[in-house]
């Protein structure tokens, strides 16, 4: 018996071949290519082409020139016309990154939220919060968020500024966040990873790559890890481990198929955030342990990620090509936590517990899309044209409250309230289908671009009532100018929604979607023989229709809230010297409420969790009298934020510095050190507000040391 994915894998892959190649046909005009002979190595397509380049090597090539996953038109970084931070795996591994909240320190905009009790992180890009659903991209493919990707399979990691839904149809408008996977490589490589230290981390790690055959058309790569501990809370040992494995394979030196598959699962003891004995005063938790544990050993979270894909490129000529993807990720999820936590009465705290187990989340997406190189005239174009669609569907778990009663403050202990059990009962949570048709047309003429597009959209949520059933269109435009080569100037609009599902507005009718949209202006310049990019950038950004209660009637809201962010951000990455490399970025914002639930209030205010300020560096250095040894370090800076937009409760700014050094030995061995948070500065991420003030606080990690030691064979 067929499986039903594998047949539509295949019939998809065929529609795509067959509406190509009656394209081909009535556009054949092209010479053809001159024969390959036959001892020539094998070119994949051209479209999503991908330039690895190993930031410790010499190389002078930037990240600059390399083309994005997340540009469904082929662009590098430097040809399009908006902000986008590349963050790749050389520079995860000198920083020793382990969570996602390490990797994205290395974009401009990006400001830390709240980590969903070891399940997930959350972000604001752009001062607006990047939706857990649609604002995650998996190799330039939607992605439900709910576990943190593991690191071990990343190659790199793009953040897409701004509103994009014109790629990547309805999202919040903040911006995006695309992790490319590892793929298989034609030469074979081995690398195996262990490491240990402080908080009882431990981790081990392999990546096999390679080909499979003489000729090396057909390739693989294997790769996995597993760690235990690392958290600082008392009574937690989380676990994390996953494997991942992918196919390659050159059918034709115009064809290329590849598939993935990933598997990861963790579990621990669901961390209940910090007690704050003043509420008016969110660093009167400095008295307390940072490690204190005010939870039950028996709340744990765990989950269970499964991540699928499968794409096929095909290159009819050199002017057209066409590409089909489809992916399934499947999220499986247990949450059990500490909530509500707070307030502090004669030295204990009051402990609620919120269970939800038995969550169940699935997303399919399809894409097929054709890319021609066509001119007219002087003009040249480059037109994509294509439809994508997706599916998801929650199964939210048995959810149950209550009460743990109060603990002590400065001494608590855990473990004298009895297991609970989950009295809920699991419900659909969506059932939600959106199909995108899209178009898009890059003209060049000499060194002035325009890029043009137009994207419908059609969303619907049959779970809700009344269903949510919204059907949007909307354009984007940009121009760019090269002055010189290696130097661009651009000025860009564009706009997204979010539909707001399951949000009934007054008289029990579905509420419309909420709207963004930008104008952004900017320069990219490389510098020093193309070693070295700048970018910088300055933005207008605008969310609308956004859903806030209804003061006058319960169980309903209107679509009053406005925000607007303007903003400036800079980024440099690459290559001062041959031996020392650098990433750096800063980023202004004025997020600013513009209207909320009732007139006039909250006018004028900041937006609840953005920061003004953030800025991070990150600089290493190869020691030319002793060739192997490198040092490197860097600083993360966060600036304060109000817990709502009322603007009542200031949650402090931060900065950490971390150091580090290596050393590459003869034979493929590498021992790294880094020291986290050197100066052990304790600093808070988030927290928990009432009007009384703060419950609890999101501390983050004190000074740690890791250490590890890889060998590549």
């Not at 980590?115 to 972000?123: D, I, L």
């Not at 009663?405 to 059932?431: H, M, Q």
């Not at 990433?583 to 513009?594: G, I, Q, R």
Request: glycine fraction near 10%.
């Amino acid at each position: 018996m067929i499986h039903p994915n594998l047949l539509r894998t295949a019939v998809a892959h065929a529609a795509l071949l067959a509406v190509c190649g009656t394209a081909f046909a009535q556009n054949s005009t092209a010479p053809a290519p001159a024969p390959i002979p036959s001892d020539a190595p094998a070119a994949a397509p051209s479209l999503r082409q991908v330039d690895v380049i190993d930031s410790t090597a010499g190389e002078a090539a930037t990240p600059a020139r390399r083309a994005q996953s997340s540009s469904r038109l082929g662009l590098s970084v430097l040809e399009t016309p908006r902000s986008v931070s590349v963050i790749d795996n050389a520079l995860l591994e000198q920083q020793m990154a382990t969570t996602e909240r390490d990797v994205l320190r290395n974009a401009s905009g990006v400001s830390s939220r709240s980590e969903y009790y070891g399940s997930y992180s959350q972000f604001s890009i752009r001062g607006l919060w990047a939706n857990n659903t649609y604002n995650f991209l998996r190799d330039g493919a939607k992605f439900i968020h709910l576990l943190d990707p593991p690191l071990f399979n990343i190659e790199r990691v793009e953040v897409i500024k701004g509103p994009a839904a014109l790629e990547f149809g309805q999202v919040a408008p903040g911006g995006l966040v695309n992790y490319v996977s590892k793929r298989p490589q034609a030469e074979a490589l081995r690398t195996v990873k262990i490491g240990a230290g402080s908080h009882g981390w431990r981790s081990a790690e392999f990546d096999l790559t390679g080909p499979l055959t003489t000729d090396g058309t057909l390739r693989y790569r294997l790769d996995g890890g597993a760690s235990r501990g690392g958290s600082f809370v008392d009574g937690n040992t989380p676990r994390k481990q996953g494997i991942a494995g992918s196919l390659e394979w050159q059918i034709t030196p115009d064809t290329v198929w590849r598939a993935q598959a990933e598997t990861q699962s963790i579990d621990g003891t669901s961390t209940s955030d910090l007690a704050v004995p003043d509420p008016k005063n969110p660093r009167s938790a400095d008295v307390l342990p940072v490690g204190a544990f005010y939870g039950e050993p028996w709340l744990k979270t765990d989950g269970h990620l499964r991540f699928y894909s499968t794409e096929l490129q095909h290159r009819f000529s050199d002017q057209l090509e066409g590409r089909v993807h489809l992916s399934r990720n499947e999220t499986f999820r247990n949450v059990n936590i500490v909530s509500p936590m707070g307030p502090v009465t004669n030295g204990r705290v009051a402990r609620g517990y919120w269970m939800a187990p038995g969550q169940k989340y699935t997303s399919d997406t399809a894409l097929a899309e054709l890319r021609a190189q066509l001119q007219t005239g002087a003009v040249k174009h480059t037109v994509l044209a294509g439809l994508d669609w997706r599916a998801i569907a929650g199964f939210y778990g048995a959810r149950t409250t209550g009460s743990l009663g109060a603990i002590d403050l400065y001494n608590p202990v855990a473990g004298l309230v009895p297991p609970v059990a989950s009295t809920g009962v699991g419900k659909l949570s969506s059932d939600a289908r959106n199909t995108g048709v899209f178009v898009q047309d890059r003209m060049v003429l000499g060194d002035f671009g325009l890029l043009l597009g137009l994207r419908h959209d059609r969303f619907k949520d049959a779970y809700t009532t009344p269903v949510t059933d919204v059907s949007k269109t909307q354009p984007s435009a940009a121009i760019s100018w090269e002055p010189r080569p290696g130097s661009m100037l651009y000025a860009s609009h564009a706009r997204s929604f979010q539909a707001n599902s399951g949000t009934l507005v007054w008289g029990a009718q579905s509420a419309p979607p909420s709207e963004g949209k930008q104008l952004e202006v900017g320069w990219k310049q490389e510098w020093l023989d193309q070693r070295l990019m700048t970018t910088v950038s300055a933005f207008d950004l605008e969310l609308t229709n956004a859903p806030a209660t209804d003061p006058a009637r319960p169980g309903y809201s209107v679509l009053t809230a406005r925000q607007r962010i303007r903003g400036i951000e800079l980024e440099l990455q690459g290559r001062i010297t041959p031996g020392w490399t650098v990433t750096a970025n800063t980023s202004f914002h004025d997020p600013k409420v513009l209207a909320d639930t009732t007139a006039g209030a909250n006018v004028g205010n900041r937006v609840e969790r953005a920061t003004r300020r953030t800025a991070s560096l990150w600089t290493q250095y190869r020691l030319p009298q002793l060739p192997g040894l490198w040092v490197g370090g860097g600083l993360v800076h966060q600036g304060d934020k109000f817990t709502a937009n009322d603007n009542r409760w200031r949650l402090p700014g931060y900065t950490v510095a971390d150091l580090a050094v290596g050393y590459q030995f003869a034979g493929g061995v590498r021992l790294q050190a880094n020291l986290k948070n050197a100066g052990n500065r304790r600093y808070y991420i988030d927290g928990t507000t009432t009007a009384a003030g703060f419950g609890a606080v999101v501390p983050g990690t004190p000074r740690s040391l890791q250490v590890s030691l890889d060998y590549t064979f």
